[in-house]
């Protein structure tokens, strides 16, 4: 079945790393994604993995995947108070991408 | 290039009555996807529609039901709203059916009294 799990609530002090991870079922979801929500606002594509590849950097964030463990992590380098907002994190299927399925979200609290 | 827009932002409905919600992808986009976001169910996949088809459909009642128009801009409708459809409603674009990135609009909130 498809299910998306992830941990509630996470709380850093500015300057460290986050780590928010994100479990799933599906072993056939092609692409991984993570989206940012701030208050009132819609959701931000932050960065997507390919279910081939175990890692992707792109500046600040880290995407590393374990595929055999279905375990996906988002690592936050450096967390600034502007990072605090929820995160969720999405699977989708090659040729079905237009339907996302999410992981409840993530709450980053970022302390000055 | 404007992102997604949707109309209206906010909405107060009561019992009974429907609505009709407007979504505008990106343009150039086909995709059009609608999601339903709360807080105890978080966010669910309502359905998609490329070309105007619908081409998923999420497990919602037949109350709520959308389309596509040939320039790509989507609605969404609901009718005999219940309380428990207050919710925000997120409609997310994308290029094609195979391209994998959605872009999301900033919602519109939709309160049912």
């Known amino acids: 079945g498809e299910d998306v799990e992830q941990s509630l609530f996470l709380s850093v002090r500015e300057g460290d790393s986050s780590v928010i991870n994100c479990t799933y079922t599906?072993?056939?979801?092609?692409?991984l994604y993570w989206y940012k929500q701030e208050p009132g606002a819609g959701l931000q594509l932050l960065t997507y993995?390919?279910?081939?590849?175990d890692m992707k950097q792109d500046q600040r964030l880290t995407v590393l995947l374990n595929k055999k463990d279905k375990h996906l992590s988002l690592r936050i380098a450096d967390t600034q108070t502007g990072d605090s907002a929820i995160y969720f994190c999405?699977?989708?299927?090659?040729?079905?991408?237009?339907?996302?399925?999410f992981g409840q979200g993530t709450t980053l609290q970022v302390k000055p | 290039k404007a992102g997604v827009t949707q109309t209206p932002r906010y909405l107060i409905k009561t019992r009974g009555q429907q609505v009709t919600l407007s979504c505008s992808p990106i343009?150039?986009?086909?995709?059009v996807s609608w999601y339903q976001q709360t807080p105890g169910q978080g966010l669910q996949f309502l359905f998609e529609?490329?070309?105007?088809?619908?081409?998923n459909k999420g497990n919602f009642p037949g109350r709520f039901s959308g389309r596509q128009f040939s320039n790509s801009r989507s609605e969404m409708n609901v009718s005999t709203l219940e309380l428990g459809d207050s919710a925000l409603y997120l409609c997310?674009?994308?290029?094609?059916?195979?391209?994998?990135?959605?872009?999301f609009g900033p919602g519109t909130r939709l309160t049912v009294l």
């Open positions: 997310a674009s994308s290029l094609s059916q195979e391209y994998n990135e959605q872009f």
């Open positions: 599906d072993s056939s979801s092609t692409y």
């Open positions: 993995i390919f279910s081939n590849m």
């Open positions: 999405a699977e989708s299927k090659s040729g079905n991408t237009g339907k996302l399925i």
């Open positions: 343009s150039g986009h086909r995709s």
């Open positions: 529609y490329f070309s105007e088809t619908q081409r």
